[in-house]
């Protein structure tokens, strides 16, 4: 049974910092992208960052580039990390982690195609106050 487990959202002011987790368990992600993904009611989804186990190749949105890092733990290689600094008040969200089997894509096209990632977690409210 595949579950991820996402923590670390809070309320934050404008130029503050957060770092999300997210525990996954009961896959192996050697084949497998790992994503932040974002969505704000009304809007549609928006990957915020991405990592390829296969490729070692990282994705950020242009919105976050520079703020934001994507890690994972080096030891278990099943949780990973966004760090999250200089926030601004658009980057409020709930923010879920994603994996999915992306052999048959592209890096590129995998990261930001949010329909292809088959696991999520529950969401994670990150909410920046101006």
């Known amino acids: 049974d595949v579950q991820l487990q996402a923590s670390g959202g809070g309320l934050v002011q404008a130029g503050g910092s957060l770092r999300l987790s997210c525990a996954v368990s009961?896959?192996?992600?050697?084949?497998?992208?790992m994503s932040w993904i974002r969505q704000v009611p009304g809007k549609e989804r928006e990957v915020v960052s991405c990592?390829?186990?296969?490729?070692?190749?990282?994705?950020y949105a242009d919105s976050v580039k520079g703020r934001f890092t994507i890690s994972s733990d080096s030891n278990t290689e099943n949780e990973v990390f966004l760090q999250m600094n200089s926030l601004k008040p658009e980057d409020t969200a709930i923010y879920y982690c994603?994996?999915?089997?992306?052999?048959?894509?592209?890096?590129?096209?995998?990261?930001?195609?949010?329909?292809?990632?088959?696991?999520w977690g529950q969401g994670t409210q990150v909410t920046v106050s101006s």
């Open positions: 009961g896959i192996t992600l050697d084949d497998y992208a």
């Open positions: 994603a994996t999915g089997d992306q052999k048959a894509y592209t890096s590129d096209y995998f990261c930001t195609s949010p329909h292809l990632f088959t696991y």
């Open positions: 990592t390829s186990k296969s490729d070692g190749s990282t994705y």
